[in-house]
């Protein structure tokens, strides 16, 4: 059975600081998707990663896929309020098929 | 113009019940999905459609059935609600099923409560 693993479950931090979050499996992915969620809303996408190594920004925002393709971090430069959310990564598997994390919750107090 | 949309939002009803939640996507994608999220914020596929045909079917009790009248609309009627189908319940959409990278288009949710 694929599992994607992230860590850590639950994040809260000040404003201003930097914070980093993973999503691991021993699954090979042929493409990595991270979704942000907030609450009372459907997950929206941020980014996809298919290349091994590949780095991604979105404004502070930057999205890393392992060289194996079997990992992936997303790291936040001076978090804002406006990051909080829960944030979901999904890898594509060689039928298509989405394997999802159980996400992070992250909260950014002001 | 919501790409996405579900109804109803909200849902609450007695064990044993029938209930039906249904979901329009205005994309023109060719694949729908249903997934439950549970408490613990789990994404759990449950069906998906590509031009009204079923592609994927998880390990679902038959009390749940989907239906697709077209591909632009994907339908959950639930029977003899338990307890523990207590959820939310989102529709998404993409282009297609066939392409790894696709992006999956959420709808709102529909919060399901049974007493």
């Known amino acids: 059975t694929q599992l994607l693993e992230q860590s850590p479950q639950f994040l809260s931090i000040q404003e201003g600081e930097n914070l980093t979050v993973y999503c691991n499996s021993s699954s090979v992915f042929s493409s990595l998707q991270w979704y942000r969620q907030e609450p009372g809303e459907g997950p929206v996408l941020l980014v996809t990663v298919v290349t091994g190594g590949e780095v991604k920004k979105l404004k502070r925002l930057t999205f890393q896929f392992g060289d194996a393709r079997k990992d992936s971090s997303l790291h936040i430069t001076a978090a804002q309020p406006g990051d909080t959310g829960l944030y979901l990564c999904?890898?594509?598997?060689?039928?298509?098929?989405?394997?999802w994390g159980a996400g992070t919750k992250l909260i950014i107090k002001p | 113009d919501t790409a996405v949309s579900q109804t109803p939002k909200y849902l609450v009803t007695q064990m044993g019940n029938d209930k039906s939640i249904k979901c329009e996507q205005n994309l023109g994608h060719d694949t729908m999905y249903w997934y439950k999220q549970d408490s613990k914020k789990f994404l759990k596929i449950m069906f998906s459609?590509?031009?009204?045909?079923?592609?994927i079917n998880e390990t679902v009790p038959n009390r749940f059935s989907p239906k697709s009248p077209d591909k632009a609309h994907l339908n959950l009627h639930i029977n003899s609600l338990e307890l523990g189908d207590s959820a939310v319940y989102f529709c998404?959409?993409?282009?297609?099923?066939?392409?790894?990278?696709?992006?999956?288009?959420f709808g709102e949710g529909s919060r399901l409560t049974v007493l």
């Open positions: 998404a959409s993409s282009r297609s099923a066939g392409v790894p990278t696709g992006e999956l288009f």
């Open positions: 999904a890898g594509a598997n060689s039928n298509y098929q989405l394997i």
């Open positions: 459609y590509n031009n009204k045909e079923l592609i």
